[in-house]
């Protein structure tokens, strides 16, 4: 005469698929977690290294104390009347007076600063994903400082097409070529040797 099967006997098969899926998502979510930490570990953050960095009160004074507000006057400015209309936001953005345009330089390669410290330390083989969501919220940061400096300063790119356009040289072009050279000097100019960005950018 045949056994019963218990109630019990009849789950067994199911928690186990349970625990192999389990298993294999574990898997899965390590694997990916070392690629993300491997890529970020072969890959080296640039920036322009201040000893201010390395103070204690380095967070306060410069990441959680607010950017100086722009000033009034520099607010805007009335577009040329041969530039071209989908220009005029550019003529909208504040210009950044002095004191602004160090600060952003300053929290720009502060937080890239921050995050290469970080990525110094991954362990590919281990990683911490809590390591690595910091190292992405720092260059965050850095970018959305980045992007402020960016639109800061498309309206030189802009001045410089302009003067320069000739039927050799469309100003489209120049404007092109303009943005790609001024998102390079961003990534290298050192705020702390005391001049401003557009005197290092035009020369």
């Not at 600063?113 to 690595?132: G, S, V």
């Not at 404007?175 to 998102?183: C, E, F, N, P, R």
């Amino acid at each position: 005469m045949p056994k019963s099967v218990t109630q019990s006997q009849k789950r067994t098969p199911r928690r186990k698929n349970r625990a192999v899926n389990a298993n294999a998502s574990t898997k899965k979510i390590s694997a990916k977690l070392k690629q993300r930490a491997t890529e970020f570990a072969d890959q080296p953050i640039d920036y322009i290294d201040n000893p201010l960095f390395r103070k204690r009160n380095a967070v306060k004074v410069i990441v959680e104390t607010p950017l100086p507000t722009p000033e009034k006057a520099k607010r805007a400015r009335k577009r040329p009347s041969n530039i071209p209309a989908y220009f005029a936001s550019l003529y909208e953005t504040p210009l950044l007076s002095p004191e602004e345009e160090a600060a952003l330089f300053r929290r720009f390669n502060y937080l890239k600063y921050r995050a290469d410290r970080l990525r110094a330390k991954i362990k590919p083989d281990a990683p911490d994903e809590t390591q690595l969501d910091e190292i992405e919220f720092f260059l965050q940061k850095a970018h959305e400082a980045w992007d402020r400096l960016v639109q800061a300063n498309l309206r030189l790119v802009v001045s410089i097409a302009r003067r320069f356009a000739d039927s050799n040289h469309s100003f489209d072009e120049l404007v092109s070529d303009g943005q790609i050279a001024l998102m390079n000097a961003i990534e290298k100019f050192d705020y702390a040797r005391g001049f401003r960005f557009s005197t290092y950018a035009t020369h």
